[in-house]
């Protein structure tokens, strides 16, 4: 028979031998000590000390007293049988033959044993797993297994399943009314009408407003960027930041803001006023930082594919168009120094080791070999190319792109005017300005360079405020 949230193969193995302990298990909970065969040896048949032996080790394994002892498996008979030296342990069939005799030996047992019966804890327990379920909020098949746990731990006999079952149940549903009540004193009138219109469809809608709420960005775009910004502020606006929930345990917030992401508004309305209210707070409470976490994230795959991937390339493809005149400046100096090293330098051959002189010893020799092979105004035409092409030596190999990522503002330009949820991010390669033409302060004026911001770019990203892993990509014109 299932008792409430039981299966029927749960509720069989509580309190019973489902399988056959293990070694180990054998020796844990089976194994007699010298104060066990004291009082085992008082009885005087074979069949009567084993039967005794029996309920006062399955008694420490179950929790409870076998309704009848004879029923413990066979592997357990023989090593009990074994250690008190009787041969047949098949005589266990004969215990408990006259009425009364398991009853009264489990009476010894449990007074010997300090065992204690459930009606004496039951409150006790009660409170345990209130205050359980209240942090935790924990699942009724949890709180199950926890409290028979509990018991055994305090020598206290298992109570039946239902009667377990039962108490678990109450203790469960009145913790999270509990919770209900609490969040829902909270609210004030005005917080409480925002909440449940929250759970209507606007007129034209095919959704509530919660369902629309809930939805995150779904593509990386700058229009999806300024829908997730506005989502945020949207969420923000709705006040539910300022209700203090520090007083709740985090993970029972976290269970009915499940609940509210995940269910139907629909659903959602036929639940009474508190458990209604007090699941949208903990839904709104969470779209909170969520929405402010999904607006980062999607600046961070923004910045990474639209602005710098796009900046790289643009770098590099004007690399390339001027990659033919450095080619031809670097020949042109490759080979006048080649004429230079070649002579105005010692030549030593490398089979006798003979050194011979330089075949040039003076600068206008030097320079008429050099303009035979190039002339002095094509020289300087490429010493010229190469300074207007190359990077200064020190420079950084990324200042190229970076100067192209100014360009790739407008990518950012739909959603600059939403500051006051993007200003979280990183945005430390950037002057400010004031006021933004058309837009608010504090957003991108112009870009500062290395020698300006006195550091390289060093952007990190922002910590999540809902407890999710977010970071948020740099938007730098310097490093």
């Not at 302990?21 to 020796?27: I, K, T, V, Y």
């Not at 004879?70 to 005589?91: F, M, W």
């Not at 309305?269 to 949208?280: C, E, F, M």
């Not at 020289?379 to 010229?384: G, P, Q, R, T």
Request: contains cysteine; neutral net charge.
């Amino acid at each position: 028979m299932t008792v409430e949230f039981l299966t029927d193969e749960q509720a069989a193995r509580y309190g019973a031998f489902h399988e056959v302990p293990s070694r180990a298990e054998l020796e844990r909970y089976f194994f007699l000590d010298d104060a066990d065969r004291e009082a085992v040896q008082a009885k005087r048949r074979s069949h009567n000390r084993l039967g005794y032996a029996v309920q006062l080790t399955s008694v420490r394994f179950l929790g409870r007293f076998m309704p009848d002892p004879r029923q413990v498996p066979a592997e357990v008979a023989e090593y009990l049988a074994g250690q008190l030296e009787i041969e047949d342990a098949s005589c266990l069939k004969l215990y408990g033959e006259r009425d009364g005799t398991a009853r009264t030996h489990a009476g010894e047992i449990q007074e010997a044993g300090g065992w204690r019966d459930f009606a004496e804890v039951r409150e006790e327990l009660a409170g345990w797993l209130d205050a359980r379920a209240w942090t935790t909020g924990d699942g009724p098949k949890a709180l199950f297994d926890a409290a028979a746990g509990w018991l055994r731990e305090g020598r206290v006999l298992l109570p039946g399943v239902s009667r377990l079952a039962r108490l678990v149940g109450s203790v469960r549903e009145a913790a999270n009314q509990r919770l209900w009540d609490t969040l829902y004193g909270m609210l004030g009138v005005g917080q409480r009408a925002v909440l449940d219109s929250l759970l209507t469809v606007p007129p034209g809608e095919r959704v509530s407003e919660l369902h629309r709420l809930r939805r995150g960005p779904v593509r990386v775009s700058g229009p999806q960027m300024k829908r997730a910004l506005e989502r945020a502020k949207e969420i923000a606006a709705l006040g539910m930041a300022a209700v203090d929930v520090s007083g709740i345990p985090p993970r029972r917030l976290a269970e009915l803001s499940r609940y509210g992401v995940d269910g139907k508004a629909s659903l959602l309305r036929r639940h009474s006023d508190a458990r209604r209210l007090a699941t949208l707070l903990a839904t709104t409470v969470y779209l909170t930082s969520r929405a402010v976490d999904d607006a980062l994230d999607l600046l961070e795959v923004l910045i990474a594919t639209k602005l710098l991937a796009r900046a790289e390339r643009e770098s590099a493809k004007e690399k390339l168009k001027t990659l033919p005149r450095v080619e031809r400046a670097s020949a042109k100096l490759a080979t006048a120094f080649q004429v230079v090293f070649d002579t105005t330098s010692e030549q030593v051959d490398t089979d006798t080791g003979e050194i011979t002189r330089p075949r040039l010893e003076s600068l206008e020799a030097m320079w008429a070999a050099i303009e035979q092979v190039v002339p002095r105004h094509e020289l300087a035409a490429a010493i010229a190319a190469l300074f207007e092409l190359t990077p200064p030596l020190d420079s950084d190999a990324d200042e190229a792109w970076r100067a192209m990522l100014i360009n790739r503002f407008g990518t950012v330009r739909p959603f600059r005017a939403h500051g006051s949820v993007a200003s979280s991010s990183c945005w430390t390669g950037w002057k400010t300005s004031p006021a933004a033409p058309g837009g608010s302060a504090g957003w991108p004026a112009e870009p500062r360079t290395p020698a300006e911001s006195g550091r390289g770019c060093r952007c990190s990203g922002s910590p999540s405020t809902s407890g999710h892993a977010s970071t948020t990509a740099p938007i730098c014109a310097a490093a």
